[in-house]
């Protein structure tokens, strides 16, 4: 889709724009310094040029919806957030996204309505962010619903399944398939309200110091892996660790793990898990798209004016999308610089795939027999699977399944 906008208004939108980026990245999002313009990530130039018409294709796909929102909220209130992430600074694409999220909401507000990024372990542990937001320690958060599982198992499906959906049909699911308006009476069961904001795409399986041939081979592995990933490798015999990202590199290089996933080449790298692990293993199958949510305290979003919520949903929106098209396109390169490196690839054997799909199915099967709340979610979500996969092997799957025989036969 194109958005045609008049040449003087592209010409004001960019002016009003520019004047609150400062500097290439502007000072949004740094621990302790608020959110000033709009993200710029490097390799894509004018990037405050371009934040009134992502925040405008992200609530509606059009610049004319967007306008009478953004003139309510330049008249807003001043507030001022603090936003605790379960990131570390260092992982600019997922990090990043929350300060991205904060630049979207200062820019349509006329920074107005500032928020302040602070990376994992600053204000509160990286998992315990939704306790923070929850007591209104911070007034939001940036995480995963699935750090959380262990409260109540219907956080992992706000994140996505073992097996289930992968990030094209989240999107679809929580947009247009009832998706976010299933989880929000949860959410306020448990004083929060809460958006898509982000997602990795589907995964790799992890890193490991040895090499992983049969299901045998998995038993009595001490692997970080996070969720209900970790609950569906238990039942392989598989020892799951839950550890921050900024712990996973020492405890592999000790020893005290012998195995750890975290998101996809450009984080990996970045953490260098390939100098202790060298055996990097694929599809993450408990994470075919890790959905990321912005958490806010429940009573502070209720006193929102409308227009700073509607912002927040827009800001929300184009973050997801934002955040999924940075992975996709930094994905590429930092695996060939992987294996360069001496990554060494392999696939998840078939066998590991149908034991690990198969005890999916158990622990879905148990886990909604215990919640009815579980039970809910997890039969929309997979009722919208069935008919989005049967969907994509007609059109999407033979597509891609042809380009990819192309490109091994060098012809792309």
């Not at 290439?24 to 990037?47: I, K, L, Q």
């Not at 018409?53 to 609530?59: G, K, Y």
């Not at 995964?203 to 892996?225: A, C, N, P, T």
């Not at 198969?358 to 008919?387: G, L, P, Q």
């Amino acid at each position: 889709m194109i958005i045609i906008i008049r040449r003087h208004t592209y010409d004001a939108i960019s002016k009003e724009a520019d004047v609150t980026q400062e500097g290439p990245r502007g000072t949004a999002g740094a621990a302790g310094a608020e959110a000033t313009g709009p993200a710029d990530h490097s390799r894509v130039p004018s990037r405050s040029r371009r934040t009134a018409f992502a925040l405008a294709a992200a609530s509606a796909g059009s610049a004319a919806v967007l306008a009478p929102l953004r003139a309510q909220a330049q008249g807003g209130p001043e507030i001022r957030w603090r936003c605790a992430s379960s990131y570390p600074k260092s992982l600019d694409t997922i990090f990043g996204a929350g300060e991205t999220f904060a630049r979207y909401v200062a820019a349509a507000t006329d920074n107005r309505f500032r928020i302040t990024v602070h990376p994992a372990g600053e204000l509160v542990p990286p998992l315990q962010v939704l306790d923070a937001v929850q007591n209104a320690s911070v007034d939001l958060g940036f995480t995963v619903g699935q750090f959380n599982w262990g409260k109540e198992p219907t956080w992992a499906l706000a994140t996505g399944g073992r097996f289930a959906l992968n990030a094209r049909l989240q999107n679809a699911w929580m947009y247009h398939g009832g998706g976010i308006e299933l989880f929000e009476p949860f959410f306020a069961a448990n004083r929060i309200y809460a958006l898509p904001c982000g997602n990795t795409g589907a995964q790799m399986g992890g890193w490991f110091r040895r090499e992983i041939r049969s299901v045998d081979d998995l038993k009595g592995l001490k692997m970080r892996v996070a969720g209900l990933g970790g609950v569906v490798m238990a039942r392989l015999g598989v020892v799951p660790q839950q550890i921050a990202a900024g712990d996973i590199y020492t405890s592999l290089e000790r020893g005290t793990i012998d195995a750890a996933e975290w998101v996809g080449p450009y984080d990996d790298e970045k953490l260098g898990f390939v100098k202790v692990a060298p055996h990097y293993y694929y599809p993450g199958f408990w994470e075919g798209g890790a959905m990321q949510h912005i958490m806010i305290n429940l009573e502070k979003w209720n006193a929102l004016p409308d227009s700073y919520k509607g912002v927040i949903r827009a800001a929300a929106q184009a973050t997801n999308c934002d955040m999924q098209a940075r992975y996709d396109a930094l994905n590429p390169l930092a695996l060939r610089k992987l294996v360069g490196s001496g990554a060494k690839l392999h696939a998840f054997s078939r066998e590991i795939m149908q034991a690990a799909f198969d005890a999916s199915a158990a622990m879905y099967a148990e886990f909604s027999e215990k919640s009815a709340t579980f039970k809910k979610v997890y039969d929309a979500m997979t009722a919208f699977r069935r008919e989005g996969y049967l969907w994509f092997q007609v059109a999407e799957g033979t597509y891609d399944t042809f380009l990819m025989q192309q490109q091994r036969a060098n012809r792309l």
